[in-house]
């Protein structure tokens, strides 16, 4: 088998969305996906990854990985690697539908078939539009019809989200109330009066409905250590489940002082690549619970090595999903198979709406647990209509175009 066409796949609805198929001469395909940059991953999937792919052998995974590693780039989460972890992604696929076998299976067997999963509070529209992780790209001035607006309720209404989402039976919600005052100061500083109203939403959570529901705090990495130090220490109280990204995650031992401040564990990593970076991470004990993202890390391939690294230091994992619904599939696999995952992110808002515009299935969530998608590979594939909308855009690079 080899690689005869690589094409990537955009919807002018969601621009940071970015998916990637790699066709092969005996007719299989696999399926891959990223989030963020998506005009410089299109312009280096078809400039450079296809100019190395075509024409190999797509079962070469590990050797594929070390070569799209590149030199400018392998150092960060850019553009470089966001297309690198999209190919990894439907190499990976393309190899379980190869060998007719579920991701999770193929990469050594399952240590469960469900694992528990929390809700990240996001709406319909978050982070819908070009620019990055940002206020102003929450999406709550915008037309939704969706079904879960969480976002605007974790400001507005706490207890009934909470309610809610126990009655649908998941026990875990992650918030990020206090990123508009990271925003008015670049992290900064925070006051008294700021730290007070920040901490209101998880206040009403605990008064509400106690620790029947775990509470995940997203700090988006937009504190310096002192900020952070004081955000941390005004939570402890409240206990949350963990405080995720305090600092940015490229300074291990900012992490760390952040971690000192306070009993609940910092859980980070999803912005992180390679194996260098997370181990840094984990000996100078910047994060008790290592995050990654499969789409923005170097893709399955790196994600089964860094867990293995959390795991020689004692330390779970809980891969991200606030992206596409292809990373999603894929990490939910990865928290079947890796024996030290201990949550699975989940946006209701996205598996319940716009996900499903895109793909033919998707992981399946009941009573708070979630499981993969039957199926050999990834278990899904991009629904025929998605190639037919009016604001699609199709690229191929084919060995044909090469001769």
């Known amino acids: 088998m080899r690689v005869t066409q690589i094409d990537t796949i955009r919807v ?26 998506a005009d410089a991953v299109e312009a280096h999937v078809h400039d450079v990854v296809a100019e190395y792919l075509l024409g190999a052998d797509p079962a070469a995974i590990e050797r594929h990985a070390a070569a799209l590693r590149g030199y400018v780039g392998a150092a960060s989460s850019g553009a470089e690697m966001r297309a690198a972890s999209a190919v990894d992604i439907a190499l990976w696929d393309l190899r379980g539908k190869a060998l007719e076998q579920p991701l999770c299976d193929l990469l050594g067997g399952r240590s469960r078939d469900e694992i528990r999963t929390y809700n990240t509070c996001a709406g319909e529209r978050y982070i819908r539009g070009r620019s990055a992780q940002a206020v102003k790209n929450w999406g709550l001035h915008g037309r939704s019809n969706g079904r879960h607006e969480d976002l605007e309720a974790f400001l507005n209404d706490p207890e009934g989200l909470a309610r809610s989402l126990l009655n649908a039976g998941t026990t875990g919600m992650k918030i990020w109330p206090f990123d508009p005052y990271a925003e008015a100061t670049q992290g900064h500083d925070i006051s008294r009066a700021q730290l007070d109203r920040a901490l209101e939403p998880i206040r009403r959570i605990r008064a509400a409905v106690g620790s029947e529901m775990d509470v995940m705090i997203e700090l988006h990495a937009l504190w310096d250590v002192p900020a952070a130090a004081r955000i941390v220490s005004a939570l402890d109280a409240l206990d949350p489940y963990w405080v995720e990204d305090p600092v940015r995650v490229t300074s291990a031992d900012a992490l760390a002082e952040v971690q000192r401040a306070t009993h609940v564990p910092i859980a980070a990593g999803e912005t992180l690549t390679g194996l260098p970076d997370f181990r840094d991470m984990l000996v100078r004990d910047g994060a008790r619970i290592v995050i990654f993202d499969v789409g923005w890390m170097g893709g399955i391939t790196t994600a089964r090595k860094v867990a293995a690294l959390a795991e020689s230091h004692e330390r779970p994992v809980a891969p991200h999903d606030c992206t596409g619904p292809v990373v999603y599939a894929a990490a939910t696999h990865l928290s079947l198979h890796l024996p030290n995952a201990i949550l699975q992110e989940s946006v209701r808002a996205f598996w ?49 175009e090469r001769r």
């Open 352 to 400: 319940d709406g716009w996900y499903r515009e895109f793909v033919t299935a998707l992981p399946v969530i009941e009573r708070g647990m979630v499981s993969a998608p039957p199926g050999p590979g990834l278990g899904l594939e991009l629904r025929p209509e998605v190639y037919h909308r009016e604001d699609v855009r199709i690229r191929s690079s084919s060995e044909k």
């Open 12 to 37: 002018g609805a969601f621009p940071n969305l970015v998916h990637t198929v790699v066709h092969t001469d005996q007719g299989l395909t696999g399926l891959g996906e990223t989030f963020f940059f």
